[in-house]
């Protein structure tokens, strides 16, 4: 009874640990680098604080690779990026605007 009565004991043990594991491992699937679609810096306009991509597939807006604007949400981005600059970023339409949120150079 003793081995049995521990591997019922192992086994509860387990069980209790498995919803605090998965927690821990939600934020990793939810990473934003994870998320970063890749791009090439077109325009940069300032006047509208808008920055024009030519980017590859956003697959957390489930759009296909194609040029065109974005607004930023951080108008420092559009001093942190030039014409021709590779980059990743993240796109999220919040409000119905599709805004980049977070951007960096290649
Ligand atoms: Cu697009």
Same mark, same amino acid.
């Given at each position: 009874?003793?081995?049995?009565?521990?591997?019922?004991?192992?086994?509860? /043990?387990? *069980?209790?640990?498995?919803?605090?594991?998965?927690?821990?491992?939600? @934020? +990793?699937?939810? =990473? $934003?680098?994870?998320?970063?679609?890749?791009?090439?810096?077109?325009?940069?306009?300032?006047?509208?604080?808008?920055?024009?991509?030519?980017?590859?597939?956003?697959?957390? /807006?489930? *759009?296909?690779?194609?040029?065109?604007?974005?607004?930023?949400?951080? @108008? +420092?981005?559009? =001093? $942190?990026?030039?014409?021709?600059?590779?980059?990743?970023?993240?796109?999220?339409?919040?409000?119905?605007?599709?805004?980049?949120?977070?951007?960096?150079?290649?």
């Amino acid at each position: 009874m003793k081995s049995i009565s521990t591997a019922i004991f192992s086994a509860m /043990l387990v *069980m209790a640990a498995a919803p605090a594991l998965h927690a821990q491992n939600a @934020p +990793a699937t939810t =990473d $934003a680098s994870a998320a970063m679609s890749s791009g090439e810096i077109k325009k940069v306009d300032k006047s509208t604080g808008k920055l024009t991509i030519k980017h590859g597939p956003l697959v957390n /807006l489930g *759009m296909d690779g194609m040029t065109m604007n974005f607004k930023v949400s951080d @108008p +420092a981005m559009l =001093d $942190a990026v030039k014409p021709g600059d590779k980059v990743n970023f993240i796109a999220e339409e919040p409000n119905g605007q599709l805004t980049v949120t977070k951007i960096v150079k290649q």
